[in-house]
């Protein structure tokens, strides 16, 4: 987004990438969909990115400007990508992958001028920046750079943090990363075991004053997936979680089905009886005990079942980090403060949102905000 900012009819932009192909979490996103931005008005947009830039603007202002949802939609379909809203205003292609946009945008830079290099990794400053190159060390003098490095999860698509020592070490203040958007790790019983793979539906968890409706999945290693997520910073920071295994049901409604008799049925098939999903019942069982005695009991127990879990999942299973390069460390354009005519965007800056639009369309806003800061410091 930067560097198509950036060109223009004789200025050279290069790109350089680390990896032997370029945006491969863009691709890795479109796995799922490619979930580009949420069809809401952008105040209600905004309010869901936590750390925003320094300024009332917040990540989304470009130009004086918010880059949301709607600018989002329109430089997709600029591209030619036809695109679709779903039940939740999530909005994906409607081809249901990365890959088309990624071949349009790529030519659409390339038309304007703009030089791919793969396999170039940045390892330093010096009197420009140096590279290490399939031809070998590269020095690069460049009148503006934007760097847009990533964060420090998925750190096996390429973004693995390696720029953090060469910036610590020009006077950038830097945030330690932290997971976002992560499951929970789980040492499940063996009876959990059955049920590794399948999704919780129909469940409210609650963390720290707020509350996720989406589904979620019991997997090997512990609990993942968006109602998870939607959680996932304020259990990181400490928050208690409960599920609600009946969110639309009162607890006195709940409690009289509690009150049918059990008779000779095993409290298995009498929990079936009464929650109807094995799985919430297995998640009864495993995380209920000391079971209650009696029907208010065992109402209370289901509409608040501790979520026990041993940690967030780590940096290399998140889907975005949180952290990065402090507010402070930048101007209102994204500049760094230590390195005049070098700006910074994306996950390499400290703040995070939640999954279902908003890192993407952050990271693209920043992209572009920064990518036209530098454009405006080119000597003409």
């Known amino acids: 987004m930067a560097a198509e900012a950036l060109m223009a009819p004789g200025r050279r932009v290069i790109l350089a990438d680390a990896m032997p192909s370029p945006a ?35 990540f989304l202002q470009v130009d004086g400007r918010d880059f949301g949802p709607e600018s989002v ?36 830079l390339e038309a304007g001028g703009v030089t791919l290099r793969r396999r170039w990794r940045w390892t330093g400053l010096g009197d420009g920046f140096r ?6 060390p590269r020095d690069v003098a460049p009148q503006v750079t934007v760097l847009a490095l990533g964060g420090a999860s998925w750190p096996r698509l390429g973004s693995d943090a390696g720029w953090v020592p060469i910036l610590a070490g020009a006077g950038v203040a830097i945030a330690p990363f932290r997971p976002a958007n992560m499951g929970l790790r789980v040492d499940w019983s063996d009876p959990m075991r059955r049920f590794q ?23 090997r290693h512990g609990v993942e997936g968006g109602g998870i ?38 409290i298995g098939n009498w929990l079936r009886r009464v929650l109807g999903c094995p ?8 995380w209920g005990r000391p079971l209650p ?7 209370a127990r289901a509409k608040a079942l501790p979520l026990r879990h041993a940690g967030v999942m780590g940096l290399d299973r998140a889907i975005s980090s949180a952290g990065g390069i402090r507010a402070e460390a930048l101007t209102p354009d994204l500049e760094l403060r230590a390195l005049p005519g070098t700006f910074a965007a994306g996950e390499m800056l400290d703040w995070e949102a939640p999954t279902g639009g908003y890192l993407l369309t952050a990271c693209l806003a920043t992209g572009l905000r920064a990518g036209r800061a530098a454009a405006a410091r080119i000597a003409p």
């Open 131 to 136: 590279f290490d190159t399939p031809e070998g």
């Open 197 to 219: 793979g399948q999704a919780v539906k129909g469940t409210a968890i609650r963390a720290g004053g707020a509350v996720s409706r989406g589904e979620w999945v019991v997997t």
């Open 24 to 58: 491969r979490k863009l691709l890795m996103a479109g796995k799922s969909g490619l979930n580009l931005t949420k069809d809401e008005p952008a105040a209600v947009f905004a309010d869901q990115i936590a750390g925003r830039a320094p300024d009332p603007g917040g």
């Open 293 to 299: 005695q009696d029907p208010a009991g065992w109402a």
């Open 279 to 286: 799985l919430r019942v297995a998640l009864m069982l495993e």
């Open 73 to 108: 939609r329109a430089w997709a379909e600029g591209l030619g990508i036809a695109l679709f809203s779903g039940s939740t205003g999530r909005v994906f292609p409607v081809g249901m992958k990365a890959s088309p946009l990624l071949r349009a945008w790529l030519a659409r």
């Open 229 to 266: 997520y939607a959680l996932s910073a304020q259990i990181r920071d400490g928050a208690a979680a409960v599920i609600d295994l009946a969110p639309d049901l009162t607890a006195e409604r709940l409690a009289r089905r509690f009150a049918q008799a059990r008779g000779r049925l095993s």
